[in-house]
């Protein structure tokens, strides 16, 4: 198609080509060697330069995987590709290479079996597993009923508030929505959450479309606090907005009452009764496997 990188050795005895534009590491050309008279010597996929599992450890994105640096030629008709060594500490550190050497005449892969390549390997067996573990996991949890988190966290509660939405409203898929998670009061880093809960309820900045809040904080804090946030706002301030809130289903009449001088339609997620997934989401996350 449209390669990412290329190579033409002095003289033009070989041209090697690398990757496809918005493709990178995928299909069966990820390296492509010619001669001199543009003939294909041999095409790789990264499956015959690397194990499966090291594929799976890899970086990817939606459309690419990052698996190499800058390759070049050796004096000795050999090509050289920085491949990507799997960290399995994900610790934001920089990335470390391994040469894969290819000899240009016939594209034999001609490394990978040395103690640094089988010390990558294990690495790499190791966070594919992690990673199919995972996958499992997250396919489980997508496919039965939601409810709240088993562990009482801010990342579990924007979790649980942005599945419950594309599960519960009638609009999931063409509309989003904000999430604002208010921590423990006793925390250190409380009050930066309190502020996040002000901003979403009384900026004037954006159109507030769909909100979903939860809370770390026990509820009847949580009641509290947007309760005298609210005393602030203008009448009609968040009219057309819809605000969905963890809460119990018994709650639903007090949050109303609470939010009803600023117009916006209150629901309530309750932590404690399962939401089923939507056999079309279902069905259309299944056909992507």
């Known amino acids: 198609m449209a390669p990412v990188d290329a ?6 005895k070989y041209l090697v080509t690398f990757d496809n534009w918005h493709s990178m590491g995928y299909g069966p ?34 459309s690419s995987i990052r698996w190499r640096g800058e390759p070049h030629f050796a004096p000795t008709g050999l090509l050289v590709i920085p491949i990507v060594v799997p960290d399995a500490q994900d610790d934001g550190k920089e990335e470390t290479y391994l040469d894969a050497v290819l000899r240009l005449s016939d594209g034999s892969v001609i490394s990978g079996s040395s103690p640094d390549w089988q010390r990558a390997e294990a690495t790499a ?20 009923p939601l409810l709240g988190p088993n562990e009482n966290t801010e990342r579990n509660w ?90 119990p289903t018994s709650a639903l009449p007090l949050l109303q009452s609470i939010f009803a001088k600023t117009g916006a339609k209150v629901f309530v997620f309750d932590p404690n009764s399962p939401i089923p997934q939507r056999p079309d989401r279902l069905k259309r996350y299944l056909s992507r496997e």
Do not use: C
Request: proline share 3%; glycine share 6%.
């Open 7 to 12: 190579l033409i050795a002095d003289g033009g």
């Open 29 to 62: 050309n990820v390296v492509a060697i010619y001669d001199g008279h543009g003939q294909l010597i041999r095409a790789l996929a990264l499956s015959d330069i690397v194990s499966a599992d090291y594929i799976v450890a890899l970086e990817h994105s939606v």
């Open 125 to 144: 067996q190791s966070m594919a597993r992690q990673k199919r573990d995972y996958e499992k996991q997250a396919k489980q949890a997508f496919i039965a």
């Open 158 to 247: 924007h979790d649980y508030l942005t599945e419950a939405f594309y599960r519960s409203s009638p609009n999931w898929k063409d509309a989003s929505t904000s999430t604002t998670v208010l921590r423990d009061p006793s925390a250190p880093n409380y009050a930066a959450s309190e502020g996040w809960l002000r901003d979403a309820l009384l900026s004037l900045d954006y159109e507030h479309g769909t909100m979903s809040f939860a809370s770390i904080a026990p509820f009847d804090f949580f009641v509290a606090r947007m309760k005298a946030i609210l005393a602030d706002a203008k009448s009609g301030q968040l009219k057309g907005s819809k605000v969905y809130v963890a809460a």
